[in-house]
């Protein structure tokens, strides 16, 4: 069974500081890794994936499949990146779903 | 275009009614997506649609609950005999090819009283 696991609920830091927000998952196949992000009064929406190995917003994730783990990281947290962000995993099976973690809320403090 | 779009926004019932949620998925998004959003469970799967039909159904948490899809476009997303325990945000989401970038929409925030 599919299973991802967010080890925290709460996340505060000071502007300008690194963030790092851990993600592990569970699945036997070939995974596809996502982080979603839910803004205040927004609709979740993507962050990034994992195949696509880019940065969006500062943000960056790197699959370690040896370590089962997808963390995001950002090195200089600005205000505007708080907000609730979820990790989630596909298989790429025929008939896929996303699961997702419990989700972690990030506060970035002026 | 479009994004997905839910109604109503928010909708309050008294335990033991029924109440149908629906969804409008962005045209053409072959995928869709039914997930239940609580406070400290994060994002609960319901059900999934590919076009009409629902291969997996494995989240719907009892026999209360049931989804239906017409014309690989509208989902309706039905409580039956509602428990306050259905208390929470009820997302739609749709993705143009299966398990991959989902768009979601805003929510049914539902409150069983």
């Known amino acids: 069974a599919q299973r991802v696991t967010q080890p925290e609920k709460l996340l505060s830091v000071f502007k300008g500081a690194p963030v790092e927000l851990k993600c592990n998952y569970s699945?036997?196949?070939?995974?596809?890794l996502f982080w979603y992000v839910q803004y205040s009064r927004q609709r979740l929406q993507l962050l990034l994936r994992?195949?696509s190995r880019e940065s969006i917003k500062g943000f960056t994730a790197d699959l370690n499949k040896g370590e089962t783990s997808f963390h995001l990281k950002k090195p200089f947290a600005q205000e505007e990146d708080s907000a609730m962000y979820y990790c989630?995993?596909?298989?790429?099976?025929?008939?896929?779903?996303?699961?997702f973690g419990k989700g972690i809320t990030l506060s970035v403090r002026p | 275009g479009a994004g997905v779009s839910q109604s109503p926004s928010n909708k309050v019932t008294e335990k033991g009614k029924d109440v149908e949620l629906r969804c409008d998925p962005i045209?053409?998004?072959?995928?869709l997506y039914w997930y239940r959003q609580s406070l400290g469970q994060g994002l609960e799967f319901l059900i999934y649609?590919?076009?009409?039909?629902?291969?997996?159904k494995s989240g719907l948490p009892s026999d209360r609950f049931s989804a239906e899809r017409t014309g690989g476009s509208v989902s309706t997303l039905t409580i039956q005999r509602t428990q306050q325990e259905d208390s929470a945000v009820y997302l739609c989401?749709?993705?143009?090819?299966?398990?991959?970038?989902?768009?979601f929409g805003n929510g049914t925030r539902l409150t069983v009283t």
């Open positions: 045209s053409g998004h072959t995928a």
């Open positions: 649609f590919q076009g009409n039909s629902a291969p997996d």
């Open positions: 989630a995993l596909s298989d790429t099976g025929a008939n896929s779903k996303l699961t």
């Open positions: 699945y036997s196949g070939s995974p596809e």
């Open positions: 994992h195949i």
């Open positions: 989401a749709s993705s143009a090819n299966r398990g991959r970038v989902l768009h």
